[in-house]
């Protein structure tokens, strides 16, 4: 089972992971089926103990038999080595492996549990991702580091200190994978924090000392629209400057909620900063005292509503579709402009305006629209554009 190319100039890849007891095996391939339904490149599944690690076989067999081939990640803290070793179906079935330097034992047992673990990756040709977490960061990495620190004349911050641990953890374990046989291709290096600023700040150092393919997240980024505009603040920042390489937003989802939301989020980071296109997008203003109907707010849901319904099947029949620009506008002042630089747009009336909805297609007015079924005008065309810009 191959995984999803990372680094090397592919596009940046979207990967997810699941909160089901892996033991559960029927929950967690309904869980993997949805995120890899909602668009998640690579699912990430905990195994930490040997009946996780016997479960997990059985997982992929149960998604290859209902068509779904996401790659999935081992996800190992404390005894991955040790399960690695004693469950070789496990290895074999897994796409890659995620270990956490920090917990893997400490001196010469870590020396030795991190060698077993990288051995058996090599051995099979599977990937790493070598991940290094503030909350588990190795504590004798960080009592050396400040310890020097304190030796100084000017001692720097603990917030920099702790960067650098981090930055030095990720670096001398990618290191130590590559004296133990690892390709430079096979290591992907992560350093989460749930700190915005400091998490910029550690990318952006890994980016300038090494060429390792880079995870970006910023760690428990929370719930809600909190979790939502860190995360989004953080990536994009990165991805804007050109580091990262594949992203997961670690967002904390409502009890019962819906776990798919971190896997658009990263899609819509992506298609916002122009660097993949997942879906089409629909412009539309804000609305103002021009526009005192809700008319084109309704439009707009109908609109967005519709395109997310017909998107599986537009996906499959007509591609290219997703590059699809929708304008819809509710007043004169910017309506026009916005609709003709859409790929089909429509200027809705504000107030006091005439009754009437100028159309436009690639960047031509092409009619009007009147009268009490205007949305539903409006989608008819929406749907025959489709058909016709992005036949096969």
């Given at each position: ?349 504000g107030a006091g305006e005439e ?22 005008d409006f989608i008819d065309m ?11």
């Open positions: 089972m191959g995984g999803a190319l990372i680094g090397g100039g592919n596009p940046v890849v979207v990967q997810s992971m699941t909160d089901t007891d892996t033991t559960d095996i029927g929950k967690t391939v309904a869980q993997v089926a949805l995120l890899a339904e909602a668009g998640s490149e690579i699912v990430r599944i905990t195994v930490n103990n040997s009946a996780a690690a016997k479960a997990v076989p059985e997982v992929r067999k149960r998604l290859v038999d209902s068509g779904c081939n996401v790659p999935l990640v081992g996800d190992f803290h404390f005894i991955g080595h040790r399960l690695l070793r004693d469950h070789p179906e496990l290895a074999q079935t897994l796409d890659k492996f995620r270990i956490n330097p920090g917990n893997v034992g400490r001196g010469a047992r870590h020396d030795e549990n991190f060698s077993t673990f990288i051995d058996i990756a090599k051995g099979l040709g599977k990937s790493v991702r070598i991940g290094v977490n503030a909350g588990s960061l190795a504590p004798d990495v960080m009592a050396t580091k400040m310890d020097e620190n304190s030796r100084l004349a000017m001692p720097l911050s603990s917030e920099l200190i702790e960067n650098r641990a981090m930055v030095e953890s990720a670096l001398s374990s990618a290191e130590a994978a590559l004296d133990l046989g690892l390709t430079p291709n096979q290591i992907i290096i992560s350093c989460k924090l749930s700190r915005l600023p400091q998490m910029v700040a550690v990318y952006r150092e890994l980016s300038e000392k090494s060429d390792f393919a880079l995870h970006l997240g910023l760690t428990e980024a929370g719930m809600g629209q909190k979790g939502v505009v860190a995360t989004t603040s953080a990536l994009s920042v990165l991805l804007e400057q050109g580091i990262g390489d594949t992203i997961r937003a670690s967002l904390t989802p409502e009890v019962g909620g819906d776990r798919a939301k971190e896997v658009r989020l990263c899609q819509d980071i992506l298609q916002s900063v122009g660097l993949r296109r997942f879906r089409p997008a629909v412009t539309a203003c804000p609305g103002c005292g021009r526009t005192t109907s809700t008319l084109f707010r309704e439009l707009a849901q109908d609109i967005q509503t519709h395109i997310d319904d017909r998107l599986p099947e537009w996906r499959t029949r007509y591609g290219g579709s997703e590059t699809l620009q929708v304008a819809v506008m509710g007043c004169v002042v910017n309506g026009p402009g916005e609709s003709r630089a859409a790929n089909i747009g429509i200027s809705l009336p009754p009437r909805a100028p159309v436009f297609v690639d960047g031509e007015r092409v009619k009007f629209l009147s009268g009490p079924n205007i949305a539903g929406v749907e025959r554009y489709v058909e016709t810009t992005y036949k096969s």
